[in-house]
């Protein structure tokens, strides 16, 4: 199916590595020019050097930390005419309940519900001015059902998905479709890193602790970015217009539930 987005411009966060990675390599398979951002220019630098040479699309880099102001800052100066934006960036560490501070939640709210707030707000005006945009928010299937270690993604994620409940159906009528995507898990260096958690926690070895993961997804395995990836073109495609301020769940089936 041609996506019919050839020759638009995405700004994709955090995607160096992983899922965003993979929303930035499925874009750019359709023949979209990229920016591409992480904190880490190394690997940036050689997933744009991989973008280009495996699509042949323009590829711009800015090394930030998107969660703070004067990262966003870089980041949108390197940004012209963007049409497409998926918002992304680090998730908050796990924890107990009783864990966290104010300073913590204020963190996690910056990163995961303030820092695609502040993208959308700079980058709706031109997209409502020239008819026509998507954005996808790589949010987390913690928004559907709460994940017990990960409260402050629960909490900062809730709020996002609130924000975009409500804005996407005030641009809809503009040609500008606002929609979330929640990752179950998938195999990415962040899976690695909550294996390794509850491989400690558990006194298990790493692939135990995979192995028992994988276990509780009916598709008995865990989700790759390419797939991430082809999902994300969909909604930022031109068939995506009657889809608006929806949450789809990618998640092999984890989430027990009729909707
Ligand atoms: P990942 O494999 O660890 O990749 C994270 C990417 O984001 C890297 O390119 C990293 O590069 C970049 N990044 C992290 N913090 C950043 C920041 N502050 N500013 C700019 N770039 C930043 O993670 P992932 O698995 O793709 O996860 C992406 C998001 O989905 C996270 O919020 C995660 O919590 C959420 N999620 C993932 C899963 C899963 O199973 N993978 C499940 C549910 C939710 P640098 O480190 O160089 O900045």
């Given at each position: ?8 411009r995405a700004l994709v966060c955090a995607a160096s590595?992983?899922?965003g ?13 990229l920016v591409i951002n992480a904190r880490g220019a190394?690997?940036l630098e050689?997933?744009a ?10 590829v711009d880099t800015v090394a930030a930390d998107i969660t703070t102001e004067a990262g966003r800052a870089d980041v949108l100066a390197a940004c012209t005419q963007i049409d497409i934006l998926v918002t992304n960036a680090g ?15 204020i963190k996690?709210l910056d990163a995961n519900m303030l820092t695609p707030i502040a993208l959308m707000k700079a980058l709706l005006p031109g997209m ?5 945009g998507?954005v996808?928010n ?22 996002l ?99």
């Amino acid at each position: 199916m041609d996506m019919g987005i050839a020759g638009k411009r995405a700004l994709v966060c955090a995607a160096s590595k992983g899922l965003g990675r993979g929303c930035a390599e499925a874009l750019a398979a359709e023949g979209v020019d990229l920016v591409i951002n992480a904190r880490g220019a190394e690997a940036l630098e050689a997933t744009a050097n991989a973008i280009r040479s495996a699509h042949g699309v323009r590829v711009d880099t800015v090394a930030a930390d998107i969660t703070t102001e004067a990262g966003r800052a870089d980041v949108l100066a390197a940004c012209t005419q963007i049409d497409i934006l998926v918002t992304n960036a680090g998730g908050p560490p796990p924890g107990l309940w009783s864990d966290w501070e104010r300073d913590d939640f204020i963190k996690a709210l910056d990163a995961n519900m303030l820092t695609p707030i502040a993208l959308m707000k700079a980058l709706l005006p031109g997209m409502i001015t020239r008819g026509w945009g998507r954005v996808v928010n790589i949010t987390s299937g913690s928004v559907k059902a709460p994940i017990p270690q990960l409260g402050l993604s629960n909490s900062a994620r809730a709020g996002l998905t609130g924000y975009v409940a409500g804005t996407s159906r005030q641009v809809a009528g503009k040609g500008v479709i606002i929609n979330n995507l929640l990752p179950g898990i998938h195999d990415t260096d962040r899976a690695i890193a909550l294996d390794t958690a509850q491989a400690k926690a558990g006194g298990m070895t790493l692939a135990q602790a995979r192995a028992q993961r994988e276990a509780s997804i009916p598709a008995q395995r865990y989700g790759t970015a390419a797939e991430f990836g082809a999902a994300c073109a969909f909604l930022c495609s031109q068939h995506a217009g009657f889809i608006v301020g929806q949450n789809l769940l990618l998640d092999g089936g984890a989430v027990n539930a009729t909707l």
